[in-house]
């Protein structure tokens, strides 16, 4: 079992409960794997979690940004609070190292993985929210989340990879791009599907997807890198 107290230490926490941390780090697939095992998983601390990270998030950005509308302050936050943005921060703050995941989830990469570290991050601020209260919830949250919004406002990570695609296409290159299915795999109820965005003829990069649109994104985004424009 990793030593909870010391990543507690390490991640500027002091726990007068230290199995909320515990449970915060446990993934439902461990319980499965660990029949064994006493403790609870970290689903309901990441339903807490996520509800005190919008509160706390919403209330900086409208407080930072008093003359942005509405529709301004919901992209940056939702850049500062979506799975790749949270996972990063659990990445850097070495969650992968303590999670309790089953042989299976533990070899896990990509989006899969980003999704089980960012519950793992709102899990954690449920933790310390039940633990400590309010105050010291957002103060985590103001140490590794906050403090990301000026990258996010000078990369524009607040657009999708679409907006943010075609704007410089039009900018850059004087054309809108365009998008084309060119596959789709697989029984009606998990389909995958392959798009290609184009610049005039020239395609620029592909993505994959379990939805016309999830594709398409994903290859707005391999397109900005191949273009280096991120």
Known sequence: MPDFSAFATTLGLSFHNLDLLTEALTHRSYLNEHREYAGSHNERLEFLGDAVLELATTDFLFKKFPAKPEGELTAYRAALVNTVSLAESSQLLGVNDFLLLSKGESKDTGRARDVILADAFEAIIGAVYLDSGY????????????????????????????????????????????????????????KRFTVGVFIGRDEIARGEGQSKQEAEQAAAENGLKAMQWS
């Open 135 to 190: 105050d010291a919830a957002e103060a985590f949250i103001a140490r590794n989340v906050y403090t990301k919004i000026e990258s996010v406002i000078e990369k524009r990570s607040y657009q999708d990879a679409k907006s943010r695609f075609q704007e410089l296409a039009q900018e850059k290159r004087g054309t809108t791009p365009a998008y084309e299915t060119l596959s789709e795999v697989g029984p009606d109820h998990d």
